[in-house]
């Protein structure tokens, strides 16, 4: 098991579970475009997650969500530098969701720690946009497109076909050069998977994601809860948690949720649970 991952200016333990704090920065309905608008509601989020106790911020200037419109890579910088630039100062590590290589070469330039990749560093030039530096790398399994892949998803063997995608994937960054202590792997719940495959892979994390890299897992506000719960997505905080702790319990490094300063207390509450165990 890695102890360490190594994430840009930061070298983050293992040993305790980590929580990645969502910070989306799509212009809404409220900020009706306006950019200064957005980027101090992003700011003001990012901050109040790193108060609530977040490890790590996900600033993501794409929305990746099933049916979500495509942005330019000008575009998504616009959303992203001024917000990067702000939390310089802020303790944490911040990752960018991103799959565009240009992206990535200008933020990591500005001082992002993470790269958060739902494609998975498919491309020579993602990989080769990455490579040279010293940031951590978060290689996603998606099947299909995010417009049409919950449409129909079908596996042989889910487990065995996102585990052999994520060590490939892994074997490819390794090739290039990149250490295994910035690799984190990434089942990616909800990217191309029914319920029922999210729900295999999340009993069977262990064999998805393996012993050799960093793991992290996204399921806050999922369907895959709402398929449970009946609960529309601002309800599902319990579930929310309960697959948080599921995850932990299965050794996953770290989860990437919505509601930081409930995950937290509930994985303090667990920490402390584990305390008394016997080895
Ligand atoms: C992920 O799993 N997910 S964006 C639909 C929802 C709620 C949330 C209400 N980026 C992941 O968070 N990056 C996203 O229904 C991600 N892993 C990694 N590494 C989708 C999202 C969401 C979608």
Known sequence: MPDHLQCGRFRLSLERPLVMGI??????????????FSTRAA??????????????????????????????ADEELRRLLP????????????????CKPEVMRVVLQVGADMINDIRGFGSAEAVEAVAASDCALC?????????????????????????????????????????????????????????????????????????????????????????????????????SIAVALAAVARGVHIVRVHDVADTVSALKVWARIEQGARA
Do not use: W
């Not at 399994?141 to 052999?164: C, F, I, K, L, S």
């Open 23 to 36: 910070v989306n920065i799509t212009p809404d309905s409220f900020s009706d475009g306006n950019q200064h």
């Open 43 to 72: 700011l003001d989020h990012a901050q109040r997650l790193v108060a609530e106790g977040a490890d790590i911020l996900d600033l993501g200037g794409e929305s990746t969500r099933p049916g979500a419109q495509a942005v330019s």
């Open 83 to 98: 917000v990067l630039e702000g939390l310089r100062g802020c303790g944490v590590p911040v990752s960018v969701d991103t």
């Open 139 to 239: 290689l996603m399994h998606m099947q299909g497109e995010p417009r049409t892949m919950q449409a129909n998803p079908v596996y042989q063997d889910v487990v065995a076909e996102v585990r052999q995608y994520l060590f490939g994937g892994a074997r490819r960054l390794q090739a290039a050069g990149v250490v295994a202590q910035r690799i984190v792997l990434d089942p990616g719940f909800g990217f191309g998977k029914s319920v029922d495959h999210n729900y295999t892979l999340l009993r069977e994390l262990p064999s998805v994601v393996g012993t050799l890299y960093a793991s992290l897992v996204g399921m806050s506000r999922k369907s895959m809860i709402g398929a449970v719960t009946g609960r529309p997505a601002s309800q599902r905080l319990g579930g």
